[in-house]
């Protein structure tokens, strides 16, 4: 079987890695990727550019040799221009020599990925002005940011919170833009966030919320000043961090997608055409809690996807079950973690749900640490289903995230959560955990 895949971060590579294990011989795989580098941790750029990670090359955890050797064929610097699914090939442009040909299928995996938001507004093209996705960028960040004294992070999501304390920690001026009234306002509701943004205050960045940016103004073509529509901000650099879209230019008229591109696909991953898959941040993904498909770029859903769709090369034999949107973000001392509807979440889509939002300590009192845990459950009015939740602590609870998120996977309601058996140990917990508490107090 020829199979070819358009782009390799983590979908591609996921697929790639698990495909040649299964099958070996049995499938030829040849990726395009446009790039000369593939499976980077963006996520890790903000840990590069705050010096935790020195060495930038082992945010890198596959290569186009490592893939070589199972026997893909990488084809990198090489551009998908023209597909044609009924006829099953594609154009290609090898980006090097300029050269174009044409290469057949028998399955397609579109795993193009995504690209940065870049809002069209006056001076977006100025000097100065960096995205953050890839490797380059990374550098570019780091080289640029050396000189610059006043940097501004454009977007309060997890990178831009992430980018704009390793900023502060590099000892810059720090300002955080955001056209919302809040931080993180698309994974967190208000009991967390006014928490995490005192914090950031705390140590010295400055928050510039509910405003708009409109207009960038540079001196010799370089960014100085950024114009919001209630304000105007010096500044060195920018990074732009307002989010992500699909990739996927090449495939509109071609298959169901959602309004912003994102590819809608079936349960085992085909975009409703058996020999083509999507998978990764160029597809939408089925959103458990509303039942519905919702875009959501996360470097666990891709890697996820791109496992499946090898397992359904063949036949169709493990279903995506879809996902909770789990994920979760360090800002400063706090652990932060989320997954499922938030009620911004639930109001923004006028969903029946209640929620209960609780304060409790990790450990028993009569040991000699422990810490507060912020916990907020999401649930339906009528069923009582678990539909979301958040939990941050300066302690280390990440793994009480994934147990909500299987919760709601697995439909559970407040009292099924209430009297869930979990251990107890004074170093770790109490001997109610404060899952079953937050769920007990919803229920009495």
């Known amino acids: 079987m020829k199979v070819i895949v358009i782009g390799c971060t983590h979908a591609g590579t996921a697929f790639t890695v698990t495909a040649k294990k299964l099958y070996g011989d049995k499938v030829d795989i040849t990726i395009y990727e446009k790039n000369d580098t593939i499976s980077f941790l963006s996520c890790g750029i903000a840990l590069h550019v705050g ?7 082992k945010l890198f955890y596959s290569s186009p040799k490592q893939l070589s050797e199972m026997g893909a064929n990488p084809k990198m610097k090489h551009e998908v221009i023209d597909v044609n699914t009924k006829e099953k090939w594609v154009l290609v442009k090898n980006l090097e020599t300029g050269e174009t040909f044409k290469d057949t299928y028998d399955k397609l995996l579109i795993s193009s990925g995504s690209w940065p938001i870049i809002p069209n507004i006056p001076g977006i093209d100025l000097e100065g002005i960096k995205l953050s996705k890839n490797f380059y960028h990374a550098q570019d960040i780091i080289n640029h940011s050396k000189n610059a004294k006043r940097i501004a992070v454009i977007g309060a999501g997890y990178i831009g919170v992430e980018l704009a304390e390793a900023f502060k ?39 510039i919320l509910g405003e708009k940016v409109v207009e960038f103004k540079g001196e010799n073509n370089h960014v100085s000043k950024i114009i ?37 696909v079936d349960k085992y991953l085909h975009t409703f055409e058996n020999d083509l898959f999507a998978v990764g941040d160029s597809a939408a993904v089925w959103f458990t809690p509303t039942n519905s498909y919702e875009y959501i770029p996360l470097a666990t859903n891709a890697v996820r996807m791109g496992t499946i769709a ?23 001392s706090y652990n932060v973690f989320t997954t499922g509807l938030s009620q911004q979440f639930a109001e923004e889509r006028n969903l029946d ?21 912020y916990i907020k459950i999401v649930y339906d009015d009528k069923t009582k289903r678990i539909l979301g ?26 009292v099924d959560l209430a009297f869930s058996d979990f251990f107890f140990q004074p170093h770790f917990n109490k001997p109610w955990n404060f899952l079953n508490t937050v769920a007990l107090k919803a229920i009495q």
């Open 51 to 57: 010096g935790v990670v020195k060495d930038p090359e």
């Open 169 to 207: 920690e590099n000892g810059k001026e720090v300002m955080l833009f955001d056209i919302k009234d809040r931080i993180l306002s698309r994974y967190l509701d208000r009991e967390f966030t006014d928490i995490l943004e005192a914090e950031l205050k705390n140590n010295g960045v400055e928050l």
């Open 228 to 264: 919001t529509d209630k304000g105007e901000y010096n500044a060195d650099m920018v990074v732009l961090a307002m989010g992500f879209k699909p990739n996927t230019e090449l495939f509109k008229g071609k298959v169901e997608m959602l309004e912003n591109g994102a590819i809608k």
């Open 310 to 332: 090898a397992y359904n090369l063949f036949d169709d034999t493990v279903e995506y079950k879809g996902t909770q949107g789990t994920s979760g973000v360090k800002v400063y």
């Open 353 to 373: 749900v209640k929620t209960i939002f609780t304060i409790e300590n990790n450990r028993p009192e009569f040991m000699p640490e422990y810490e507060k845990v």
């Open 389 to 414: 939740g958040q939990i941050m602590s300066k302690a280390n609870v990440a793994e009480s995230i994934n147990t909500l998120s299987l919760a709601i996977s697995n439909n559970m309601t407040l």
